[in-house]
């Protein structure tokens, strides 16, 4: 990661290291613990700015970091991410807040049975008490101030009750 870190920008290093999180070659945070070691060396720098804990956050996809740069325009606090809400993997959630938001790229949400799933998923949100929100790829990439208008509506709302 180190040589990594002396060759990539820190966009491709963000995904480089969340596909190597994803394929278990690496543990962010016993990364981040190694870094304190290797002080002045290349590549620590950006390595250590990318996995700081106020902004290093875990994603599968491009559409989530998409979503994460919407949600830091916005000065919004940083949601979990990758959390188990009601028996289900989350793309994010703010507990404080009982606010899930799913970003649905077309790989995965676009068969019948994916729909279903995701209906089903909504569902047991709802009845727990939680507000979800599903924002598509096209609204995310293309719509960003309909995204960030909904998101901050809700946010606003939530705030209203939750506090």
């Known amino acids: 990661m180190l040589d990594l870190a002396t060759e990539l920008g820190p966009k491709s290093l963000e ?13 962010p945070e016993t990364l981040r613990r190694e870094l304190d070691g290797r ?3 290349a590549g620590v720098k950006p390595l250590r700015a990318l996995l ?6 875990l994603t599968d996809e491009e559409l989530e970091r ?3 740069s919407l949600v830091r325009e916005m000065g919004l606090p940083l949601p979990r991410t990758r959390e ?12 404080e807040l009982k606010l899930v938001v799913e970003t649905d790229g077309l790989r995965y949400h676009r068969t019948p049975s994916a729909q279903a799933r995701d209906a089903l998923r909504d569902q047991i949100h709802t ?7 599903r924002f598509s ?13 909904i998101l901050g509506e809700t946010v606003v709302r939530l705030s209203r009750i939750h506090t």
């Open 15 to 27: 995904r480089a290291v969340n596909e190597a999180d994803k394929l278990d070659l690496v543990d």
């Open 39 to 41: 002080a002045g060396r």
């Open 52 to 57: 700081d804990r106020d902004t290093f956050l």
């Open 66 to 68: 998409l979503f994460l």
């Open 84 to 95: 188990m809400v009601n028996g289900f993997e989350v793309d994010f959630f703010w507990p």
């Open 127 to 133: 009845a727990a008490g939680y507000t979800r929100l």
């Open 137 to 149: 790829h096209h609204q995310v990439r293309y719509e960003p101030a309909h995204v960030k208008r």
